[in-house]
């Protein structure tokens, strides 16, 4: 057994309501440059849709993530050394700007200067890559909230795959219709395709905590990431020539801060936290020869924190002590392995994504009040589970290879929490409910108060860095230079690595005291100033 430390992530898609917060603060902080305008490290999908890029689940056209050979290994999809070899000066199989999208401006000049008239001026796009007037056809949320629609629902490749197996159980008529949104971040995997098809070793899995980064003193701009990542979260910057993709906000992270993504998130459905796994059973795992059992798998390499001898193993392995700690507290170790609730995107790519999802169980509630029945009664709830307006097959398409079992499975167990949080709050008994899906009342109520009252601190468990190793890549690495900070990079135009400010010499140090008085401003019970809170947190 090789213990390794993993922070990870669960999103609640009950409670997403599609805004786009995360995806405008990720931008923000992120990619605000020249050349990536077209990216979005975080970007919220509505399902059933095509996603961004366009239809990047076909991996029959875009050859990502891994397949097993005749000898039952693992083999990249998009070919091993030989054919990265013979097509390195020009990779076929990449996304085009019009799968993702010509991002563009207005011209506003024409708002300002235009003369006195009787007809009205108009602010005219044009493409931000060529500058020239061009037509809006496409975008990175372009059918957003059309996805149950039979114009964008019919060429979601989910919805292919599913009426494959269920014949016409996804249908598009309107008193039908049913849409849910995937917000989507790298998945930072146990078992990156995009690290394995690096030519450069540019790509990289950090040992400390899991988290997939691009070394862009190394990058060459291959773009075979791009090909090998199945959910085609790598990105081409035009302009510098390297690989860009989420860094699951790092420099947040190591000094106790939650990703960017996650602190804006209105409806608070992020939760972040430490997974311990056994690195010597991953590549056994991907490699089962079903795809359904790929989400067993998976779970089968994540350990106990509170094993004796899982313990002993992580501190003979150099895992610090508040690390574990951190494990044992884990909202994701919570929701993952001991509820069983969340569930891994696309686990037939065979990457180990850390990135998983609660499937949405509200709709159900939606459509039983509809029919005069009461939505909210967990009998009612179990038998209606079936009857999704998106079926079981379509939500298992996404997150468990096409196995239902699981899905129902998490979709029971948030009805019944449902049901036995209707009783205890109405002084009702709450009577088997729990037990009919192999849970304790106790356990039911603690499930209840992560996915539905938990404060800051127990959404966000976060082991931070040293103090004296936070310091270091903060202060004393900046004025030896940032390997982000070339003409085009993060450190450019006013956002560095840390944060606004701090990725050019020419302007003040951020302090780690910035970070700890903005935690515990977050982590305050009432709105106040950071050196009011700071003050508070000190008394």
């Not at 996304?95 to 993702?100: A, L």
């Not at 510098?240 to 993709?245: N, P, S, V």
């Not at 003409?487 to 956002?495: A, K, N, T």
Request: glycine fraction near 8%; charged fraction near 25%.
């Amino acid at each position: 057994m090789r213990v390794m430390a993993q922070l990870a992530m669960v999103m609640n898609l009950d409670k997403c309501i599609g805004c786009h917060t995360c995806s405008v603060t990720c931008k923000q902080a992120w990619t605000n440059r020249s050349g990536v305008e077209y990216v979005w490290f975080n970007n919220v999908e509505t399902r059933p849709g095509q996603g961004y890029p366009r239809r990047y689940e076909d991996q029959e056209r875009w050859r990502g993530g891994w397949e097993l050979n005749r000898r039952g290994r693992l083999k990249l999809k998009a070919g091993g050394r030989f054919r990265k070899l013979a097509s390195i000066f020009a990779n076929p199989v990449l996304p085009v700007i019009k799968d993702y999208y010509e991002p563009w401006t207005y011209e506003y000049r024409n708002l300002i200067d235009a003369p006195l008239g009787d007809d009205f001026p108009v602010a005219e796009p044009r493409s931000v890559l060529t500058g020239k007037p061009m037509k809006i056809e496409w975008s990175a949320n372009w059918d957003d909230n059309l996805g149950g629609t039979a114009e964008h629902g019919d060429l979601d490749p989910m919805v292919v795959r599913t009426r494959q197996r269920a014949a016409e159980k996804v249908k598009f008529e309107f008193e039908q219709t049913f849409m849910f949104y995937l917000p989507r971040i790298c998945e930072h995997c146990l078992n990156p395709s995009c690290v394995a098809s690096c030519p450069s070793g540019a790509m990289y899995k950090r040992t400390e905590d899991g988290i997939v980064l691009v070394d862009q003193d190394r990058c060459r701009g291959w773009r075979m990431c791009v090909t090998g990542c199945p959910y085609k979260k790598v990105y081409f910057n035009h302009r510098t020539g390297k690989a860009e993709k989420c860094t699951m906000c790092y420099p947040r992270l190591e000094v106790g801060l939650p990703t960017v993504c996650s602190e804006t998130c209105v409806g608070r459905l992020r939760y972040l936290g430490v997974v311990l796994y056994d690195a010597d059973r991953v590549l056994e795992a991907a490699s089962v020869p079903e795809d359904t059992d790929l989400y067993e798998a998976q779970l089968g390499v994540f350990l106990d924190p509170e094993d004796p001898q899982v313990r002993r193993a992580a501190e003979a392995a150099g895992i610090p002590y508040d690390w574990v700690e951190a494990a044992r507290r884990s909202p994701v170790h919570a929701l993952i392995s001991r509820y069983r609730v969340a569930l891994p995107l696309h686990p037939e790519y065979r990457t180990m994504p850390m990135v998983w999802y609660i499937p949405p169980l509200s709709p159900v509630v939606e459509a039983l009040a509809e029919t005069g029945f009461d939505g909210e009664d967990t009998g009612n709830l179990f038998g209606a589970i079936d009857a999704l307006r998106i079926p079981l097959e379509y939500l298992a398409e996404l997150f468990t290879a096409g196995d239902t079992a699981p899905v129902r499975a998490s979709l029971e167990k948030l009805a019944a929490m449902r049901g036995h949080m209707r009783a205890v709050n109405l002084g009702e008994p709450p009577g088997d409910t729990a037990a009919a899906v192999g849970m304790t009342g106790r356990e039911i109520e603690d499930m209840y108060r992560l996915l539905a009252v938990a404060k800051y601190d127990e959404r966000y468990v976060i082991p931070t860095a040293a103090v004296g190793d936070a310091r270091a890549l903060e202060e004393s690495a900046l004025p030896q230079g940032c390997s982000l900070d070339f003409e085009g990079g993060p450190g450019m135009g006013g956002s560095g690595p840390v944060g606004a400010g701090s990725g050019r010499r020419s302007l003040p140090l951020v302090a780690v005291d910035s970070f700890d008085k903005l935690r515990r401003r977050q982590r305050a019970d009432r709105p106040g100033s950071a050196g009011e809170t700071a003050e508070r947190g000190e008394a």
